[in-house]
């Protein structure tokens, strides 16, 4: 089993070097989503955010101008470099960066209002203990928001997406189902207030170029995506060129 300094090494390894990608990524800057984190922190100037595994910074920059404080969480120091400068040059004043992982926040019980997280659990090594550092930092009444790549379910089509996953991006640990994301919110200690499913289109090339992944692990995705079955090419609607999209949970919870 791979130690937790192992899998923390990775994932500062594999997003360390291509932050700046990240920023500049439609995937990761465009989404429904944003709407739905501005209208929950409107009015709410008095307001402590995490954007807990904030990547290159999307989820702050969306909401800062309606809160007091928001702090982007992350483990990786280069891509808080990237979130750090790009905060100046947007005026963002309120932003802070802070370095670390998601199973142990080095903040205080009840520091935050809101905690939001895009695109990151699925690199988490323990779901659970996360969730439960979650609780911790929330106040009382306190909201989260997870939105996360989706696993189907299905064990066919699960088993085929941590695979070009982790093809893609060795720091990947896993695409939870719904129930699965049910079972651990509810497990430590949180209400699920709502969940929804979106679908996200991912353009092939990018993907892989934002990751740079290895020449053969590409290979390796595509003999993959042409070999499987009509179901699994039909769900996930993968095209000659490699495109492909997936299921995205966002998942609102209630300390």
């Not at 390894?13 to 995937?27: D, H, I, K, N, T």
């Not at 969480?73 to 990237?82: A, I, R, T």
Request: with cysteine; hydrophobic share 40%.
């Amino acid at each position: 089993m791979m130690t937790h300094t192992a899998h923390t090494q990775v994932v500062q390894r594999q997003f360390g070097e291509q932050a700046a990608a990240y920023l500049s990524s439609a995937v990761h800057a465009q989404g429904t989503e944003f709407a739905l984190l501005q209208a929950e922190v409107a009015g709410r100037s008095d307001a402590r955010v995490l954007d807990l595994g904030c990547g290159a910074g999307h989820v702050s920059f969306n909401v800062a101008s309606s809160v007091g404080e928001v702090v982007a969480y992350d483990l990786s120091q280069q891509m808080l470099d990237v979130v750090a400068s790009a905060a100046v040059e947007r005026g963002l004043s309120n932003v802070q960066t802070v370095c670390g992982a998601a199973e142990r926040l080095p903040f205080e019980d009840g520091e935050f209002d809101f905690v939001f997280s895009r695109y990151s659990a699925h690199h988490w090594s323990d779901l659970g203990l996360a969730l439960r550092e979650v609780r911790r930092v929330l106040k009382p009444g306190g909201v989260a928001a997870f939105i996360d790549v989706m696993s189907p379910g299905s064990p066919l089509f699960d088993t085929y997406l941590q695979s070009v996953e982790v093809l893609r991006d060795t720091s990947h640990v896993r695409d939870y189902s719904a129930g699965e994301w049910l079972r651990h919110v509810s497990e430590a200690g949180l209400f699920t207030r709502s969940h929804s499913r979106q679908r996200l289109h991912l353009e092939y090339s990018s993907w892989v170029e934002r990751m740079r992944t290895p020449q053969t692990l590409r290979v390796a995705i595509r003999d993959l995506q042409q070999a499987m079955g009509a179901e699994v090419r039909d769900y996930f609607e993968i095209t000659d060129d490699g495109s492909f999209s997936t299921d995205v949970l966002v998942l609102w919870a209630e300390r």
